[in-house]
């Protein structure tokens, strides 16, 4: 069969082919940094220098933010040791009470 020479080029996909992901219901679908930076969170408190050296994003701020936009509580506080300020962050997991 030739191809038709004004037709872009199409990666090679098999159809038919069904991708079945389990999701759970109580967790909102976030992306693969997000999904990074909410199971860090769970693990305690992290600051947010914390969080860029353990997975070297810039601004984790950020995807905090766009986590909590979801719909995931993401409970923080501030912190003061010396002269520093800085807020520390974790994931309230109401299972635990």
């Known amino acids: 069969m030739?191809?038709?020479e004004n037709r872009p080029a199409v990666a090679n996909h098999q159809q038919g082919v069904l991708s079945f992901e389990v999701q759970d219901k109580d967790k909102p679908k976030l992306s693969k940094r997000q999904k990074k930076v909410y199971d860090l969170l769970c693990t305690g408190k992290h600051s947010a220098a914390d969080i860029t050296i353990q997975l070297g994003f810039c601004d984790p701020?950020?995807?905090?933010?766009?986590i909590r936009?979801?719909?995931v509580v993401?409970?923080?506080e501030?912190?003061?040791?010396e002269d520093v300020r800085f807020k520390r962050y974790w994931v309230?997991?109401?299972?635990?009470?």
């Open 61 to 66: 701020r950020s995807y905090i933010r766009e």
């Open 69 to 71: 936009d979801k719909g």
């Open 78 to 81: 501030w912190v003061e040791k």
């Open 2 to 4: 030739k191809q038709d």
């Open 74 to 76: 993401v409970l923080d």
């Open 92 to 97: 309230y997991d109401k299972r635990v009470e």
